[in-house]
């Protein structure tokens, strides 16, 4: 007889981890569940589930939280003041061009410091993509 091919890559590389005997029934529990091998299952959570990472507070993350924080809620007092200015400009005020132009100019600096300040947060945590466009 004939043996059966298969058009799967070779994989010659193991991993290897230690579970509890709960932990172990429970992933054995949830291959037989979904009729998959424990190489196969293991294969999907790996490359097709969505991992949530988990931020430990410590005394000087504590600190930067609380930092940004305060920086959240001045973001959110300078947007309030930018958005009476432009309602007062649209409301058949005069146009001036130098407010009209100093108030691009603060649209773009504000963008640009949260940039930075969500790169600060990215890099301290560890997350090189929160501050990727």
Do not use: W
Not at 123 to 133: C, R, S, V
């Amino acid at each position: 007889m004939k043996q059966k091919t298969y058009r799967t890559p070779k994989r010659h590389c193991v991993i290897k981890t230690r579970l509890t005997e709960a932990e172990r029934a429970d992933f054995e529990e949830r291959c037989s569940t979904l009729s998959m091998s424990q190489s196969e299952y293991i294969r999907q959570a790996i490359f097709y589930s969505r991992i949530t990472p988990v931020i430990r507070v410590s005394q000087n993350s504590e600190e930067l939280l609380t930092s940004v924080s305060s920086l959240v809620a001045q973001y959110g007092k300078i947007g309030s003041n930018l958005n009476q200015i432009a309602r007062y400009l649209n409301e058949g005020s005069p146009p001036y061009q130098g407010l009209s132009k100093e108030l691009r100019e603060a649209a773009a600096d504000l963008a640009a410091l949260k940039f930075d300040v969500l790169k600060v947060i990215g890099e301290a945590y560890g997350n090189d993509k929160t501050y990727q466009f």
